[in-house]
């Protein structure tokens, strides 16, 4: 699954820094006015561009990073929720790779 052009663009940062919420603000509230979807904080944003990361199977320090986060630990206590999807996954993978 890609990610829209617009939300890399979004996360993009020149000098590359996690997001600061008060100098995005304004352009995080018209990017969901122009996708057409609800309002959501841009933390909300944030653990959801987390979530979506793991889930297609990117490496929790590959998201700590991408967040800017110091720990990878904060990154995978808080998206613990999808480690267990992750964890099905990865056996479903050894499974077809010993036995298909």
Do not use: C, N, Y
């Not at 996690?18 to 603000?25: G, L």
């Not at 979807?37 to 990073?65: K, N, Q, W």
């Not at 110091?70 to 996954?89: K, N």
């Amino acid at each position: 699954m890609a990610l829209p052009a617009q939300l890399v663009e979004a996360l993009r940062q020149p000098h590359g820094r996690p997001i600061e919420r008060k100098s995005d603000w304004r352009f995080w509230k018209a990017l969901l006015r122009e996708a057409d979807v609800r309002e959501v904080r841009l933390h909300d944003g944030r653990h959801m561009a987390a979530t979506l990361l793991l889930s297609e199977g990117v490496h929790p320090r590959v998201v700590t990073e991408v967040l800017g986060r110091a720990q990878m630990r904060t990154t995978t206590d808080t998206h613990s929720h999808v480690m267990p999807a992750l964890g099905r996954d990865a056996a479903d993978h050894m499974g077809s790779a010993l036995w298909d």
